[in-house]
């Protein structure tokens, strides 16, 4: 199990409020985010559509955090290149959004970004078994990609097995979940072996005073 040193929180701004993103970004990061997680959404690849390139780089002066940009497009290479100008520094895709997944990684590490590759509940780890030494994370999806505020599903084994390939990894690997992260899932999220974790609802629910709070309380703080 990681220490609570080691974990990074990635609130989603899925959750907050779209007329006022910049300002959200501005405040997660002084609440102690570690990643700001961007889910952009196609209406094709998944049945929601969230945001663009142009908002991503309209977004990059509000905070000097990572952008963990969480790609649910298809087509998906055509955008890579606009997301890593718009100031992303990790770039996510879901293997099922395109033909060629280990060229979609290859052309993102070429853009000198880091690359992560999202497995939906369906998919199985041994996807991962050709593309390791591409990537610097993976996303374990505790729900179907589409929409913040579902319900989470219970995947810890296939959190551990995850781990386990990653013990076994030359390089680092990022392990993180994304989908019904709140105070009690995230125990046993941190205990299966993730070491960050996305939450949306969780971190924005009360507002902006709850933000700090909710952000220690995933970490495992006491509060
Ligand atoms: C779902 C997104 C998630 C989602 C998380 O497709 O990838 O990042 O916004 O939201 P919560 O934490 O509310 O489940
Ligand atoms: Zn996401």
């Known amino acids: 199990m990681s220490s609570v040193s080691d974990i990074l929180i990635a609130p989603s701004i899925l959750s907050a409020d779209f007329a006022a993103l910049g300002e959200a970004v501005s405040a997660i990061d002084r609440a102690g985010a570690d990643y700001i997680h961007i889910d952009v959404m196609d209406g094709h ?3 929601n ?10 977004l990059r002066p509000h905070s ?14 055509l955008f890579l290149e606009d997301f ?13 959004a395109g033909a ?19 497995l939906n509940p369906g998919t199985p780890v041994s996807i991962l078994e050709n593309v390791m030494d591409l990537v610097d994370l993976v996303l374990v ?12 599903i219970p995947l810890f084994g296939k959190i551990k097995a995850v781990r386990d390939l990653i013990a076994v ?12 992260v709140n105070i009690e899932t995230a125990k046993l999220v941190r205990a299966a072996g993730a070491n960050v974790l996305v939450a949306g609802t969780a971190v924005f629910k009360e507002g902006a005073s709850g933000y700090e709070k909710n952000i220690r309380a995933l970490r495992g703080h006491p509060v």
Do not use: W
């Not at 000097?64 to 969480?70: A, C, G, I, N, T």
């Not at 280990?102 to 992560?116: S, W």
């Not at 990894?169 to 979940?177: F, G, I, S």
């Open 100 to 118: 060629h997944f280990h060229r979609t990684l290859q052309t993102i590490k070429a853009l000198g970004k880091k690359a992560g590759i999202a």
């Open 49 to 58: 559509i969230t945001i663009g390139s142009s908002v991503v780089k309209a």
């Open 169 to 180: 990894t030359d390089h680092p690997v990022d392990l993180e979940v994304d989908g019904g």
């Open 64 to 77: 000097k955090k990572p952008f963990d940009v969480h790609l649910m497009i298809s087509p998906v290479d």
């Open 141 to 152: 999806m505790t729900v179907n990609p589409g929409f913040g505020g579902q319900s989470f």
């Open 45 to 47: 690849y998944v049945p």
């Open 84 to 96: 890593a100008a718009a100031g992303a520094d990790i770039i996510t895709i879901h293997p099922e």
